[in-house]
């Protein structure tokens, strides 16, 4: 193992002290509201009240506002004099704080883990680590994932596609007080294999046959999903048309079992045919090429949101090359074991992410132009894969849409209210009366710097309060990472 990781990981073990060791425990913590004790029966024991500028859902801010929420749910935003709070009564945050709503990271994946040897089917290294103990370990963390996903400020998450365990995910964070609100898919439906991530529940399907589409969407539909996901991915010298059955297929199936069809399509004419078939969402932005006038009209008319993930591109590019040194989100929210296995040792593999087919600069100028164009555009991390990080990628997604020309206020408006549209959640992403009370408490201007949503003082998910700290201790001492 690389020294640099080593130290990592041993520094980590050292510092830590709330990664659980597996899933029950993750159902025995209880979160509890915060503020001083009152009496349950006066009005100010049913209402907690939250004071800073408050981010509005279309971008602007109603400056030193005031939040009142009752049980799970906002009841009034006004200006903090128009506001009487009882005394005794809870007061999160105030005249100098800033009140955001919980983002919303609208594309992850809780399948893998973010490190090195999460996909083998990019970088085959389970002669090191089999994949099964990567996968066992994953399973393991995942009380320690969801808590660092709330200590990110992220209230709620998007798994679009995993194994059939992925159900079992979702139902386990919405018991567990201390994880983000999750949607999903179940696995994939796929134009091409991926047989090194086969252990008897896979992630992804190959599928060829427009019935065999149709028989896995009528079993997937049986758990319930939140969306269904196709992964049309276009080997090299074919097209789009060589899946389109099968994709037609598996559209017209879902649709008419009522769920949403998400569409991993990357190449401008896959994704265009995709929409053009009946796709709800789609997942990535397109990167091969400038988009078009039409296309920008054609997802506008069919009110179909892209999903961003910016970062996982820059993630797979940065280790797969040797050039990954982990930012300041990553020391902060990342789990440290995970990170440290990226710095480790390895053979650069021939991949479209090291070969430099990948232009970052198509991606972020297609995101600007969706953006102008009217297209409900969302934040989404992908995180899970290879070097971005649950938790801490959506940090860098933020980052990433500021680069591409959008401003602060609009990258937040992508990680709330249009990622609450990507969830068919329109309870959720705002800050205004009736809305579920999901909440952050800032410290510092977002508006003025993206990276001053990282510093934030309180999370709240369904009026419930959580002081950071509380959440997730202080993982890493200064200088523990080589950071940028």
Same mark, same amino acid.
């Given at each position: 193992?690389?020294?640099?990781?080593?130290?990592?990981?041993?520094?980590?073990?050292? $510092?830590?002290?709330?990664?659980?060791?597996?899933?029950?425990?993750?159902?025995?913590?209880?979160?509890?509201?915060?503020?001083?004790?009152?009496?349950?029966? &006066? +009005?100010?024991?049913?209402?907690?009240?939250?004071?800073?500028?408050?981010?509005?859902?279309?971008?602007?801010?109603?400056?030193?506002?005031?939040?009142?929420?009752?049980?799970?749910?906002?009841?009034?935003?006004?200006?903090?004099?128009?506001?009487?709070?009882?005394?005794?009564?809870?007061?999160?945050?105030?005249?100098?704080?800033?009140?955001?709503?919980?983002?919303?990271?609208?594309?992850? %994946?809780?399948?893998? &883990?973010?490190?090195?040897?999460?996909?083998?089917?990019?970088?085959?290294?389970?002669?090191?680590?089999?994949? /099964?103990?990567?996968?066992?370990?994953?399973?393991?963390?995942?009380?320690?994932?969801? $808590?660092?996903?709330?200590? /990110?400020?992220?209230?709620?998450?998007?798994?679009?596609?995993?194994?059939?365990?992925?159900?079992?995910?979702?139902?386990?964070?919405?018991?567990?007080?201390?994880?983000?609100?999750?949607?999903?898919?179940?696995?994939?439906?796929?134009?091409?294999?991926?047989?090194?991530?086969?252990?008897?529940?896979?992630?992804?399907?190959?599928?060829?046959?427009?019935?065999?589409?149709?028989?896995?969407?009528?079993?997937?539909?049986?758990?319930?999903?939140?969306?269904?996901?196709?992964?049309?991915?276009?080997?090299?010298?074919?097209?789009?048309?060589?899946?389109?059955?099968?994709?037609?297929?598996?559209?017209?199936?879902? %649709?008419? /079992?009522?769920? $949403?069809?998400?569409?991993?399509?990357?190449?401008?004419?896959?994704? $265009?045919?995709?929409?053009?078939?009946?796709?709800?969402?789609?997942?990535?932005?397109?990167?091969?090429?400038?988009?078009?006038?039409?296309?920008?009209? @054609?997802?506008?008319?069919?009110?179909?949101?892209?999903?961003?993930?910016?970062?996982?591109?820059?993630?797979?590019?940065?280790?797969?090359?040797?050039?990954?040194?982990?930012?300041?989100?990553?020391?902060?929210?990342? +789990?440290?074991?995970?990170?440290?296995?990226?710095?480790?040792?390895?053979?650069?593999?021939?991949?479209?992410?090291?070969?430099?087919?990948?232009?970052?600069?198509?991606?972020?100028?297609?995101?600007?132009? @969706?953006?102008?164009?009217?297209?409900?555009?969302?934040?989404?991390?992908?995180?899970?894969?290879?070097?971005?990080? %649950?938790?801490?990628?959506?940090?860098?997604?933020?980052?990433?849409?500021?680069?591409?020309?959008?401003?602060?206020?609009? /990258?937040?408006?992508?990680?709330?209210?249009?990622?609450?549209?990507?969830?068919?959640?329109?309870?959720?992403?705002?800050?205004?009366?009736?809305?579920?009370?999901?909440? @952050?408490?800032?410290?510092?201007?977002?508006?003025?710097?993206?990276?001053?949503?990282?510093?934030?003082?309180?999370?709240?998910?369904?009026?419930?309060?959580?002081?950071?700290?509380?959440?997730?201790?202080?993982?890493?001492?200064?200088?523990?990472?080589?950071?940028?």
């Amino acid at each position: 193992m690389h020294r640099a990781a080593r130290g990592i990981m041993s520094r980590a073990r050292a $510092r830590r002290t709330c990664l659980t060791a597996g899933v029950t425990l993750a159902l025995a913590v209880s979160g509890c509201r915060s503020g001083p004790p009152v009496d349950p029966g &006066s +009005s100010a024991a049913r209402t907690t009240f939250v004071r800073g500028s408050v981010f509005r859902p279309d971008g602007t801010v109603l400056e030193d506002g005031m939040v009142a929420v009752e049980g799970n749910r906002i009841v009034r935003v006004a200006s903090a004099g128009e506001v009487r709070v009882p005394p005794g009564a809870a007061v999160l945050g105030g005249a100098e704080k800033w009140v955001l709503p919980g983002l919303i990271d609208a594309h992850v %994946h809780f399948f893998q &883990s973010g490190g090195l040897y999460t996909r083998p089917d990019v970088i085959d290294l389970r002669t090191r680590v089999p994949y /099964a103990r990567e996968v066992e370990r994953i399973q393991a963390t995942l009380p320690d994932t969801f $808590r660092r996903y709330l200590r /990110a400020g992220i209230t709620s998450v998007v798994d679009f596609g995993g194994p059939l365990r992925n159900f079992e995910v979702r139902a386990l964070a919405g018991q567990s007080p201390l994880a983000p609100r999750v949607v999903v898919a179940g696995p994939l439906l796929a134009s091409v294999a991926r047989p090194q991530l086969d252990l008897g529940d896979p992630p992804i399907i190959q599928v060829l046959e427009p019935e065999k589409a149709r028989a896995l969407v009528r079993s997937e539909a049986s758990h319930k999903p939140d969306f269904i996901k196709l992964w049309w991915v276009v080997r090299p010298g074919g097209n789009a048309a060589e899946w389109h059955p099968v994709a037609r297929a598996a559209i017209e199936e879902a %649709h008419t /079992a009522g769920l $949403r069809v998400a569409v991993h399509a990357t190449e401008l004419e896959t994704a $265009r045919t995709a929409v053009l078939t009946g796709a709800d969402v789609l997942v990535h932005s397109v990167i091969d090429i400038d988009v078009d006038a039409e296309f920008v009209s @054609l997802l506008r008319e069919r009110k179909v949101p892209v999903v961003t993930t910016l970062a996982v591109f820059e993630g797979y590019r940065e280790v797969l090359t040797h050039e990954f040194r982990p930012r300041p989100a990553d020391t902060e929210l990342a +789990s440290p074991e995970v990170v440290a296995t990226v710095l480790e040792p390895f053979q650069t593999p021939d991949t479209r992410h090291t070969r430099g087919t990948l232009s970052n600069s198509t991606r972020l100028r297609n995101t600007r132009r @969706l953006w102008d164009g009217g297209v409900t555009v969302a934040a989404g991390s992908d995180a899970g894969n290879i070097g971005t990080f %649950h938790a801490s990628g959506l940090h860098r997604e933020l980052e990433l849409l500021v680069e591409a020309g959008l401003t602060p206020a609009q /990258a937040l408006v992508a990680a709330t209210v249009n990622a609450a549209r990507v969830m068919g959640r329109p309870d959720l992403g705002s800050v205004a009366p009736g809305q579920i009370a999901d909440l @952050l408490v800032v410290d510092a201007d977002p508006l003025l710097d993206i990276h001053n949503v990282r510093h934030i003082q309180w999370v709240m998910k369904e009026g419930v309060a959580h002081r950071v700290e509380e959440l997730l201790p202080p993982t890493f001492g200064g200088g523990a990472f080589p950071s940028r």
